[in-house]
């Protein structure tokens, strides 16, 4: 397993991966990851099995997709839900790195490998002089993501999704 980031050519199975994580009313689609590999696909961390030899909708140039973190980085301190549809939204210079997605395939799961990926978004958000990271989750994974250093910050203003999410942050 590597991470690396992104390429268009990812896109079909970083949406495939979408799909099978998230309802069809939460996940993007291809087009819509399309449009956001276009301008931050240095944002999107993924973990590649290199050694998976099968191929399926999952994957990639270099073996499989078997997780992925993405997002944007912005001024905005709080994630908004235009910011899932509006790639232009992004500010290369940004002080906050927004998340919009951890995704784990269903036969990676229980393997760390969100975790692996959001550190490696914490350490290039560190590196890059940020002041943290922005996520919103369900309220069954706020453990999850305060385990890793985030604060809850109570119910999001996001409906993304006709869905009650939680903004974490993890500030530096």
């Known amino acids: 397993m590597r991470i690396r980031h992104a390429t268009l050519d990812d896109a079909a199975?970083?949406?495939a991966v979408e799909a099978a994580c998230f309802p069809a009313a939460e996940a993007a689609d291809e087009n819509e990851v399309r449009a956001r590999l276009a301008v931050y696909p240095n944002h999107f961390w993924l973990m590649v099995d290199d050694e998976a030899t099968d191929r399926d909708a999952t994957t990639v140039r270099d073996g499989r997709l078997a997780a992925f973190v993405n997002g944007f980085t912005t001024d905005e301190p709080d994630l908004t839900d235009e910011m899932y549809?509006?790639?232009a939204m992004h500010d290369e210079r940004?002080?906050?790195q927004m998340i919009f997605g951890v995704d784990t395939a269903p036969a990676y799961r229980h393997h760390g490998y969100a975790s692996e990926l959001l550190r490696a978004a914490i350490e290039d958000a560190r590196d890059a002089g940020r002041a943290g990271l922005v996520l919103?989750?369900?309220?069954?994974?706020?453990?999850?993501?305060?385990?890793?250093?985030?604060?809850?910050?109570?119910?999001?203003?996001s409906t993304h999704g006709d869905v009650t999410?939680?903004?974490?942050?993890?500030?530096?």
Do not use: H, P
Not at 136 to 157: A, H
């Open 94 to 96: 940004g002080t906050w």
């Open 85 to 87: 549809e509006n790639a």
């Open 13 to 15: 199975a970083i949406a």
């Open 136 to 157: 919103t989750c369900k309220d069954r994974l706020i453990g999850f993501y305060e385990r890793l250093g985030f604060v809850n910050e109570g119910v999001s203003g």
């Open 165 to 172: 999410w939680y903004q974490m942050r993890l500030r530096f």
